[in-house]
């Protein structure tokens, strides 16, 4: 089945700089691939996703790109904001799965100030 | 359009007790997908349901089972409590569940003491 990886498990930067998270997924048919933000106490919020067929997507400070040779994914956020810090999870799902998302273990994001 | 709505909000059981937690997705949504959260696993997917057939099972054991309605409610029962049940249960729901974006929950907190 599929695993995904994620790395780094945390992340510090100063506001202004730019933050990426990456993920490693092990299923070459997976064809889906989401980012979810989930604040502290809060539920995980989708805030990208990409599909198999595209190699990037951005929206406004947030970008992702996917390599399928390599099956690895990256979320990029640049002039990072305190509002940022949170637990980013990226996820893959394959073809016909529904949405049984296999989920990285998460990112800790800190934002200081 | 209110959002997907999770009961209770916390529960607190002890070994061996069975519980049952509630979900009730966005208005349209067929779509009903169960994760569990922990500190050490992150997010695991348990199953997904579409228009009340289970579509998608996670590796869980036979303890946790689910079901949904005709009006695309779901619940989610785990039987026989074990202390690593503890967790907290998110409820996702899309509109037809196939690399969509997911519209999860508050969740449901699950202690078993």
Redesign the interface.
């Known amino acids: ?1 599929e695993n995904v990886e994620q790395h780094p498990s945390t992340l510090s930067v100063q506001e202004g700089d730019s933050a990426v998270i990456k993920c490693t997924y092990s299923d070459s048919a997976s ?2 691939f ?1 980012w979810y933000k989930q604040e502290l106490g ?5 805030i990208i ?1 990409i ?1 198999s067929n595209v190699g990037e997507k951005k929206d406004q400070r947030i970008a992702v790109t996917l390599n399928k040779t390599a099956k690895h994914f990256s979320l990029h956020i640049t002039e990072t904001q305190p509002e940022d810090s949170a637990v980013y ?1 990226c ?1 893959a ?1 394959p073809n ?11 990112t800790t994001l800190s934002v200081s100030s | 359009k209110a959002g997907v709505t999770q009961t209770p909000r916390y529960l607190i059981k002890t070994r061996g007790q069975q519980v049952t937690l509630s979900c009730s997705p966005i208005s349209g949504h067929r779509s009903v997908s169960w994760y569990q959260q922990t500190p050490g696993q992150g997010l695991q997917f348990l199953f997904e349901y579409f228009s009340e057939t289970q579509r998608n099972k996670g590796n869980f054991p036979g303890r946790f089972s689910g079901r949904q309605f005709s009006n695309s409610r779901s619940e989610m029962n785990v039987s026989t409590l074990e202390l690593g049940d503890s967790a907290l249960y998110l409820c996702a729901s899309s509109f037809q569940g196939e690399g969509e974006k997911l519209f999860f929950g508050s969740g449901t907190q699950l202690s078993v003491l």
Request: aromatic fraction near 12%; proline fraction near 8%; charge should be positive.
């Open positions: 089945g064809n889906y989401p809060k539920r995980p919020q989708l996703d599909r999870f996820a799902i016909q799965a529904g949405t049984a998302l296999i989920f990285g273990k998460g």
